[in-house]
């Protein structure tokens, strides 16, 4: 009887290495990370004539999916059966195939979700495992000056409320089912983070063609991720200033107490993020329809 493939589920602040996780993972034998997509916190939220819609659910996860993914709109259609896990499955094993990997040999699906990490439901409701990863904040803080998305989290007091509500959802998930580790411990860490989610380390692909490879033509600041693992946060912490490390240690310090009871701005957040993903979902499908639909 063939093995059942296993899911994962990435969640960490961004800027916390999640990719450079994701792409370690993926070199993995028998394991398999598709493009960063919230797309399984999506499942969870939408309602039941969204769910019914094959063509709309695939532009849902094209909508979702914020670096190029190999499967067309109609390829990503063909996967939207059954209940959440059966369709993230199908996804992972789509991707699989695209990226030329034998589907026999996959026996897990990684997806990196960062971004709306509060929306528990649809993984929830999986036999999904979570990896938290976290990474020194002082580093997570200095990367915001250097991607334009950071820009809203500059100010020290905003970054540590943010970085707290994020905390917050990781709180909230069944602590069997989360394996929680530092950037710092990669890739030593990799062994024993494989036997968590249940799956032998059988070594390296020979040959394989990466989604994150894809993700790095896109994305500047991917550019080395698939690339041998290199940590050089000392250097970049070196980037802050002394009164901008007394500052965000101050925020970090007057946010902690706050972090129980910022459910409702991770909630927020997370809502937020629909409008957007609904709006690109709507121009995958025009685009996908000739503007017909």
């Not at 979570?130 to 100010?155: C, D, K």
């Not at 890739?187 to 799956?199: C, K, M, R, W």
């Not at 946060?233 to 500052?247: G, H, T, V, Y």
């Given at each position: 009887?063939?093995?059942?493939?296993?899911?994962?589920?990435?969640?960490?602040?961004?800027?916390?290495?999640?990719?450079?996780?994701?792409?370690?993972?993926?070199?993995?034998?028998?394991?398999?990370?598709?493009?960063?997509?919230?797309?399984?916190?999506?499942?969870?939220?939408?309602?039941?004539?969204?769910?019914?819609?094959?063509?709309?659910l695939a532009a849902l996860y094209q909508g979702s999916t914020f670096v190029p993914t190999p499967l067309s709109l109609e390829e990503a259609a063909a996967c939207m059966d059954g209940d959440s896990e059966e369709i993230l499955t199908s996804l992972g094993m789509a991707v699989a195939a695209k990226l030329n990997r034998d589907p026999t040999?996959?026996?897990?699906?990684?997806?990196?979700?960062?971004?709306?990490?509060?929306?528990?439901?649809?993984?929830?409701?999986?036999?999904?495992?979570?990896?938290?990863?976290?990474?020194?904040?002082?580093?997570?803080?200095?990367?915001?000056?250097?991607?334009?998305?950071?820009?809203?989290?500059?100010?020290?007091?905003?970054?540590?409320?943010?970085?707290?509500?994020?905390?917050?959802?990781?709180?909230?998930?069944?602590?069997?089912?989360?394996?929680?580790?530092?950037?710092?411990?990669?890739?030593?860490?990799?062994?024993?983070?494989?036997?968590?989610?249940?799956?032998?380390?059988?070594?390296?692909?020979?040959?394989?063609?990466?989604?994150?490879?894809?993700?790095?033509?896109?994305?500047?600041?991917?550019?080395?991720?698939?690339?041998?693992?290199?940590?050089?946060?000392?250097?970049?912490?070196?980037?802050?200033?002394?009164?901008?490390?007394?500052?965000?240690?101050?925020?970090?310090?007057?946010?902690?107490?706050?972090?129980?009871?910022?459910?409702?701005?991770?909630?927020?957040?997370?809502?937020?993020?629909?409008?957007?993903?609904?709006?690109?979902?709507?121009?995958?499908?025009?685009?996908?329809?000739?503007?017909?639909?």
């Amino acid at each position: 009887m063939a093995q059942k493939v296993k899911l994962a589920y990435i969640l960490s602040l961004p800027r916390s290495g999640s990719t450079v996780l994701s792409a370690l993972l993926d070199r993995k034998k028998g394991i398999v990370s598709p493009p960063e997509s919230s797309f399984p916190q999506v499942l969870g939220v939408i309602g039941k004539k969204e769910r019914a819609d094959k063509r709309w659910l695939a532009a849902l996860y094209q909508g979702s999916t914020f670096v190029p993914t190999p499967l067309s709109l109609e390829e990503a259609a063909a996967c939207m059966d059954g209940d959440s896990e059966e369709i993230l499955t199908s996804l992972g094993m789509a991707v699989a195939a695209k990226l030329n990997r034998d589907p026999t040999s996959i026996r897990l699906i990684v997806w990196k979700t960062p971004r709306t990490v509060g929306m528990h439901k649809a993984p929830l409701s999986t036999s999904g495992k979570f990896v938290v990863l976290r990474r020194n904040p002082h580093n997570v803080f200095e990367s915001q000056f250097r991607v334009a998305f950071g820009e809203n989290n500059r100010n020290p007091y905003r970054f540590a409320v943010f970085r707290e509500s994020y905390e917050n959802a990781f709180a909230r998930l069944p602590r069997d089912r989360v394996f929680e580790m530092d950037y710092d411990s990669l890739p030593d860490a990799i062994p024993l983070l494989q036997s968590f989610l249940g799956v032998e380390n059988t070594g390296e692909w020979e040959q394989y063609t990466a989604s994150l490879d894809m993700a790095a033509r896109e994305c500047s600041h991917m550019a080395n991720v698939t690339a041998a693992f290199e940590n050089t946060d000392p250097q970049k912490r070196a980037n802050l200033q002394p009164e901008q490390i007394a500052s965000l240690e101050l925020a970090m310090k007057l946010a902690r107490p706050l972090r129980k009871f910022l459910g409702p701005v991770r909630a927020f957040y997370d809502r937020q993020s629909m409008g957007p993903i609904r709006d690109r979902a709507r121009e995958a499908l025009a685009q996908s329809s000739g503007g017909q639909d």
